[in-house]
């Protein structure tokens, strides 16, 4: 079974500094993996994935991902914070399997100080 | 489009009592996910259905848990008799297909409190 880790639950940062969000996942099988966004009072939402090719993965807000199978990582990032990326951030796993659910990690709660 | 819809917003109610939260997917979805999400931890999957028939529902504690998905559209989530434990919020997802690399649409969950 796949499982997956974040290491942090809370990270402080002030605005325009950079940020890293980690998560590892173990799995013996070859894995999609996905990163959730929820804002304050909203659902969660899908803010990118990695399914095969290219390892690094974008989204349109500027947070990019990398799979990194060695080091069975797949940890988010983004050059600049601002304030309306407060949020909690969730990594996902998924095995390449239609009998496989998706694994959600316990979340990492991003606070963003002007 | 419209969202997943999930009603209603909060429930507080005293354990033992019972329990029952809606979800109505985006339209044409054919897999429905219901999950339990505890403070603190991740959203933790308590069954999946395809169309109207059930694909997974290894986590679902069924002694007092039940759902259903009537045509295949809209689902019903119960509880009966809730514990102090069951506090959580309760989370439903829709998906087109089902297929593992699938983005999942969240609704913006059901909060339980059960005193």
């Given at each position: 079974a796949q499982s997956v880790t974040q290491l942090d639950s809370q990270v402080p940062v002030f605005e325009e500094a950079p940020v890293e969000l980690r998560c590892n996942y173990s799995s013996s099988v070859s894995v999609y993996l996905f990163w959730y966004v929820q804002y304050p009072n909203q659902g969660l939402q899908l803010l990118l994935k990695y399914l095969?090719?290219?390892?690094l993965v974008k989204s349109i807000n500027g947070f990019e991902a990398e799979f990194n199978k060695s080091q069975t990582s797949f940890h988010l990032r983004k050059p600049s914070v601002h304030i309306s990326d407060t949020a909690e951030y969730f990594c996902a796993v998924s095995r390449y399997s239609s009998a496989s659910k998706i694994i959600f990690g316990s979340g990492t709660r991003l606070s963003i100080r002007p | 489009e419209a969202g997943v819809a999930q009603s209603p917003r909060y429930k507080i109610i005293e354990k033992r009592q019972s329990v029952a939260f809606w979800c109505n997917p985006i339209s044409g979805h054919a897999t429905l996910y219901w999950y339990q999400q505890i403070l603190g931890q991740g959203p933790k999957l308590l069954i999946q259905f395809q169309n109207n028939g059930?694909?997974?529902?290894?986590?679902?504690?069924?002694d007092r848990f039940s759902a259903e998905r009537l045509k295949g559209v809209d689902s019903t989530l119960k509880i009966q008799?809730?514990?102090?434990?069951?506090s959580a919020v309760y989370l439903c997802a829709s998906s087109q297909?089902?297929?593992?690399?699938e983005k999942l649409f969240f609704g913006s969950g059901t909060q339980l409190s059960v005193l």
């Amino acid at each position: 079974a796949q499982s997956v880790t974040q290491l942090d639950s809370q990270v402080p940062v002030f605005e325009e500094a950079p940020v890293e969000l980690r998560c590892n996942y173990s799995s013996s099988v070859s894995v999609y993996l996905f990163w959730y966004v929820q804002y304050p009072n909203q659902g969660l939402q899908l803010l990118l994935k990695y399914l095969s090719g290219s390892t690094l993965v974008k989204s349109i807000n500027g947070f990019e991902a990398e799979f990194n199978k060695s080091q069975t990582s797949f940890h988010l990032r983004k050059p600049s914070v601002h304030i309306s990326d407060t949020a909690e951030y969730f990594c996902a796993v998924s095995r390449y399997s239609s009998a496989s659910k998706i694994i959600f990690g316990s979340g990492t709660r991003l606070s963003i100080r002007p | 489009e419209a969202g997943v819809a999930q009603s209603p917003r909060y429930k507080i109610i005293e354990k033992r009592q019972s329990v029952a939260f809606w979800c109505n997917p985006i339209s044409g979805h054919a897999t429905l996910y219901w999950y339990q999400q505890i403070l603190g931890q991740g959203p933790k999957l308590l069954i999946q259905f395809q169309n109207n028939g059930v694909v997974d529902d290894s986590q679902l504690p069924k002694d007092r848990f039940s759902a259903e998905r009537l045509k295949g559209v809209d689902s019903t989530l119960k509880i009966q008799p809730a514990k102090l434990e069951d506090s959580a919020v309760y989370l439903c997802a829709s998906s087109q297909n089902g297929a593992t690399n699938e983005k999942l649409f969240f609704g913006s969950g059901t909060q339980l409190s059960v005193l």
